[in-house]
């Protein structure tokens, strides 16, 4: 038996991050109106309906919870505004910080992981390392809210 490296196609799960980040590369530059905007890419694009299922949950999800994950972005992203990170390392932090909070069958390093590589194949040379580095100080709050990281836990 060989170990020969396979070319798989990416994940259901992968897939859904990545049609995430470019639905929400658009809401962060204002896209009038998401739902449609929503509906138009998944008329466009072909992907798995579970894939897409996740995706809507995670782009929905970040929506909805963007002030508190910005607030958390903000805390562990000292010397960083948001307002001037990388537009892609800005949205690949929001949906990694989203799966660490609110999605509880993914585990944090399986978040951060797949953030790094999303930054990798979409950012710049640099968007591994800097979103590894952010993420690296993230931890998922505790039972109370606070988080763990930053409350020298």
């Known amino acids: 038996m060989t170990s020969e490296p396979q070319n798989r196609s990416p994940g259901l799960r992968r897939r859904a991050r990545e049609a995430a980040l470019a639905l929400l590369y658009q809401w962060d530059l204002g896209v009038p109106n998401l739902e449609k905007h929503i509906r138009h890419?998944?008329?466009?694009?072909?992907?798995?309906?579970?894939?897409?299922?996740?995706a809507e949950i995670l782009v929905r999800g970040v929506v909805e919870h963007h002030e508190s994950i910005d607030q958390s972005l903000a805390e562990v992203s000292t010397h960083w505004r948001i307002d001037?990170?990388?537009?892609?390392?800005?949205?690949?932090?929001?949906?990694?910080?989203?799966?660490?909070?609110?999605?509880d069958d993914v585990p944090?390093?399986?978040?951060?992981?797949?953030?790094?590589e999303i930054g990798?194949?979409?950012g710049t040379e640099d968007s591994g390392s800097f979103i590894?580095?952010?993420l690296d100080r993230f931890e998922?709050?505790?039972?109370?809210?606070?988080?763990?990281?930053l409350d020298g836990s």
């Open 41 to 54: 890419y998944f008329d466009s694009e072909i992907i798995p309906p579970k894939a897409r299922a996740y």
């Open 84 to 103: 001037r990170m990388n537009i892609i390392d800005r949205n690949v932090l929001r949906l990694a910080i989203y799966e660490i909070r609110f999605v």
């Open 108 to 116: 944090r390093k399986v978040s951060i992981n797949e953030a790094i």
């Open 120 to 122: 990798k194949l979409f």
């Open 132 to 134: 590894n580095g952010i």
């Open 140 to 149: 998922k709050p505790t039972e109370d809210g606070t988080n763990s990281t």
